[in-house]
């Protein structure tokens, strides 16, 4: 057994996802895995290389809520709060009997209240802090009108006509290294509004450094753009990418919209061991 193994098979983890948007799960409640760094997480969330990721998740012992976690990037980077591995901690927490099917746990955005129904879970994120609904930038040849928000991390949100032929990577890659949000960055939304009700989003995530097949908060920023902009109704339902739908809620009106929730589909998909070869450069 190494120093990277807590048992003489490796290390237990769990694989979940939530609307496609996927992760690796761990718990250390007991401590034992404090070790875990940037440049380890990045190497097991290297896909074909070793078990591929959107990120990954270790839940560890809190004083004062039921756990805290750390959420590293698959670029090895730690975000202060992701929507979907929200919900999947929730139910990967609930199905260790780390809690019961109600819970509040602590991120870099502050504490995390979730809720568990079978493989369906929901959380309510921070409050959004809007920063500006009404942000012009030129990108090469593209006049874009951007909706700016906070949802726990930085979302642009911006209409287009056609979702699925949009060249989303490219210009998304622009807008996350962009002058105007140095130095961290921000997460891009493309949203077309179909009524509302609904909206076919698709996110590129910073840290991920590609497009996601969903997104949390960044489903949370389009459904708030809808609300001031489209006159958009809670709730909302959400077209992922990957063909599942998320729903996002608020109780409040204008940009008051504090408390938001997000609820949707969550998959246990597999359970093993990483192995020392897992973490290898």
């Known amino acids: ?28 409640m007991d401590g034992s895995l404090a070790w875990i760094e940037g440049t380890w997480a990045r190497n097991v969330c290297r896909r074909a290389l070793s078990v591929g990721a959107d990120g990954l998740v270790i839940l560890e012992k809190d004083t004062t809520y039921d756990f805290a976690w750390r959420f590293f990037n698959s670029d090895g980077s730690m975000a202060e709060m992701c929507g979907n591995a929200g919900r999947c901690a929730a139910r990967f927490a609930f199905e260790k009997g780390i809690t019961g ?30 920063i500006d609904p009404d942000l012009t930038l030129q990108v090469e040849d593209r006049s874009l009108s951007l909706f700016y928000i ?35 960055g921000t997460n891009v939304n493309i949203v077309k509004f179909v009524d509302a ?8 995530e910073r840290g991920v450094e590609d497009e996601t097949l969903a997104c949390g908060t960044g489903s949370m920023a389009c459904g708030l753009m809808a609300a001031l902009k489209k006159g958009g109704v809670s709730p909302v339902s959400i077209r992922t990418a990957s063909g599942e739908t998320l729903t996002v809620s608020w109780e ?13 589909r969550v998959r246990l998909v597999y359970e093993g061991f990483l192995a020392p070869d897992a973490s290898m450069v």
């Open 1 to 28: 057994m190494t120093g990277e193994q807590k048992t003489d098979r490796g290390i237990p983890f769990t694989k979940m996802s939530g609307s496609g948007n996927d992760f690796i799960f761990m718990d250390g």
């Open 101 to 130: 099917s109600s819970m509040t746990f602590l991120t870099e955005a502050g504490p995390i209240r979730a809720e568990v129904k079978g493989n369906r879970a929901k959380v309510q994120l921070t409050p959004p802090r809007l």
């Open 150 to 184: 906070d949802t726990g991390v930085p979302h642009v949100v911006f209409e287009v006509a056609d979702v699925d032929t949009f060249p989303l990577l490219e210009v998304g890659r622009k807008i996350r290294y962009h002058e105007s949000f140095s130095p961290a």
């Open 197 to 204: 009700h609904t909206l076919q989003v698709r996110t590129y």
């Open 252 to 264: 409040g009106e204008a940009t008051s919209w504090a408390p938001v929730y997000i609820e949707g």
